[in-house]
């Protein structure tokens, strides 16, 4: 096995410690921040090329599952920007914001922005432990292969809105989080309406907040 093997199967598995913790105990994040960062940096270059092609066929059918187009858009953990794109071409409308704390990772979703997507789609960093985003921003944030931060994702998603997580390889998704445990913490803070979705090995799941009226 090749050094770059073992780097990679030690990320994956850094990757689901740091998932499993953070949804455990999200103060604890802070421990995993630096060392996720530089991981997802190095990777940055590559990301795209190590994609399936139906990576996100489980987040396209959760989409369309979606009946009024939402206004403004979370893209959580963007990485290249490959879900921000799929949100932005499915709805015509839509602003789109992705987020990411990996500076490469963002560079890469900036020069991969088509031209005719420009003025919906943007990239920032930002952590999704601490969002800089005011109160119910969002119609709908997406999480694909992402770790939830539930207490920020449900302060920033507006009343009514949605979150949409997604794992490109399901349970194998190195950053995973089990349905049953996103059920709970999203029921936990106003979320219901729960559907899942399976495509190409894939999963997702789809949750509406309480609209409060
Ligand atoms: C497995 S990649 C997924 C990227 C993209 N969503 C995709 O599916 O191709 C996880 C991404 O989340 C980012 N990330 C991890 N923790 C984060 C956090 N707390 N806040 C924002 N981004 C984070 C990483 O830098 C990385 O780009």
Known sequence: MSLADLERRFGRRFARVATNVAVAQPRLWGGFRWLMRRQFDRLAPEWQRMRRPDAFAALE???SAIETPPGHVLDLGTGTGSAAFIVANRFPEPDVV???????????????????????VRFESADGS?????????????LANMIPFFDEL????????????????????????????????????????????????????????????
């Open 130 to 142: 601490a969002l800089p985003f005011a109160d119910g921003s969002f119609d709908l944030a997406v």
């Open 154 to 213: 449900a302060r920033v998603v507006a009343p009514g809105g949605r979150v949409l997580f997604s794992f490109s390889a399901g349970p194998e998704t190195p950053i995973w989080v089990p349905p049953e445990r996103l059920r709970q913490e999203l029921a936990a803070r106003g979320f219901s309406e729960f559907a899942d979705f399976a495509a190409a090995g894939g999963t997702a799941l789809l949750a509406r907040k309480d609209a409060g009226d």
């Open 98 to 120: 992705g987020v990411d704390i990996a500076e490469g990772m963002l560079a890469e979703a900036r020069s991969n922005t088509p031209p005719e997507l420009a003025d919906r």
């Open 61 to 63: 059918a959760a989409l």
